[in-house]
């Protein structure tokens, strides 16, 4: 497992753990214009995307899935209110709940690696950046397949949804290492599909066309008032 590992980290793996570079990178200077302030810039990003966890980490306007739409849109809105105001904490809940959720699946995804005896790896094999590219897929369409399997026939994922793009490159790194079916095969024990009737039993459950319709409400507001401030200062 050690050597599959180091060797997939060498020759693949966009994260963390291992990176190759690329012919145009080694035309840039070594640093920036300020070494300090891109630091903590990427920093930022870091964690930014670890605390998020993107659904679709490759789009930065977050806006081409409706669930990354949601959390950017109440992130965005929380930044325009005041602090401690009830409307503030509101959106604070909501932004948790959504965060939540998301970690929920990714500690079930490390559960499972865990229990494959990838104790040490599965941060890094769990680890999907903005950077991540589908060009460097080795196994796109056996990965997606997957992923389909994976959506229906387990528990996996708290959503009738399209599940989130994210665990393509994970199921893609972990086909490379050959343990695709064996992660198919202990989530189907570990996480057996629920009826309809035991969904949402762990109090996580996002109603997602409701936050989505206030999201929008917020940003017609926002669109109204902006209106109304250039009205009064044409006058």
């Known amino acids: ?73 109440l992130l965005q809105a929380r930044t325009k209110t005041r602090m401690g105001s009830t409307g503030y904490r509101r959106l604070s809940c909501d932004i948790e709940a959504m965060r939540d959720t998301r970690r929920e699946v990714r500690d079930k995804w490390r559960t499972i690696l ?30 997606r397949a997957l992923l389909h399997s994976l959506h229906t026939e387990t528990a996996l994922f708290d959503t009738k949804g399209p599940p989130p793009e994210r665990y393509l490159f994970i199921l893609d790194r972990l086909l490379y290492l050959d343990i695709g079916e064996d992660f198919l095969s202990v989530a189907k024990r570990f996480y057996p599909p629920r009826d309809s009737s035991d969904e949402d039993v762990n109090g996580l ?26 009205r009064s200062d044409r006058s």
């Not at 070594?30 to 870091?46: A, G, I, M, S, T």
């Not at 930014?48 to 977050?62: A, I, M, Q, R, V």
């Not at 790896?121 to 680890?127: G, I, K, R, V």
């Open 205 to 230: 459950g996002i109603n997602l066309p409701l936050l989505l319709a206030r999201v929008e409400a917020m940003n017609g507001a926002a669109g109204d008032d902006s209106d109304r401030d250039d």
């Open 114 to 143: 865990e229990h494959l005896g990838f104790m040490a790896e599965a941060d890094s094999l769990l680890t999907v950046s903005a950077g991540t590219s589908s060009d460097r897929m080795r196994n796109a369409a056996a990965a």
């Open 1 to 73: 497992m050690g050597a599959a590992f180091k060797k997939f980290c060498i020759q693949f793996c966009c994260c963390c753990c291992a990176a190759d570079e690329d012919d145009e990178d080694e035309k840039q200077p070594l640093l920036p214009p300020d070494p300090l302030e891109y630091f903590n810039r990427e920093v930022q990003k870091r964690r930014d995307e670890e605390t998020n966890l993107w659904s679709e980490p490759g789009d930065p306007s977050h806006s081409e899935r409706d669930d990354d739409r949601v959390l950017y849109g």
